[in-house]
């Protein structure tokens, strides 16, 4: 099982996680999003306000998965 994520410090601090694991600097993650470093800094420190679609293509960068529960699949 997971990690659960509640707000976006958590978010913030799982991709900060999975980024130093990988070795990978804010400065090469935010070139292969096409986001700036800036930007990288503000989603690992949990700014709330962050854009979603650019946060979670970060994720998905670093192997970050999402998944809804069966019992809550809204799209059969």
């Given at each position: 099982?997971?990690?659960?994520?509640?707000?976006a410090e958590t978010f913030g601090k799982v991709i900060k996680e999975y980024r130093k694991r990988q070795k990978i600097t804010q400065s090469q993650l935010a070139a292969v999003?096409?986001?700036g470093v800036r930007f990288i800094s503000d989603l690992e420190n949990g700014?709330?306000?962050?854009?979603?679609d650019k946060a979670?293509?970060?994720a998905g960068m670093l192997?970050?998965?999402f998944e809804i529960p069966?019992?809550?699949?809204?799209?059969d």
């Open positions: 099982m997971g990690k659960k994520i509640e707000n999003t096409n986001t700014k709330p306000t962050i854009q979603l979670l293509k970060a192997g970050i998965t069966a019992k809550e699949d809204i799209y």
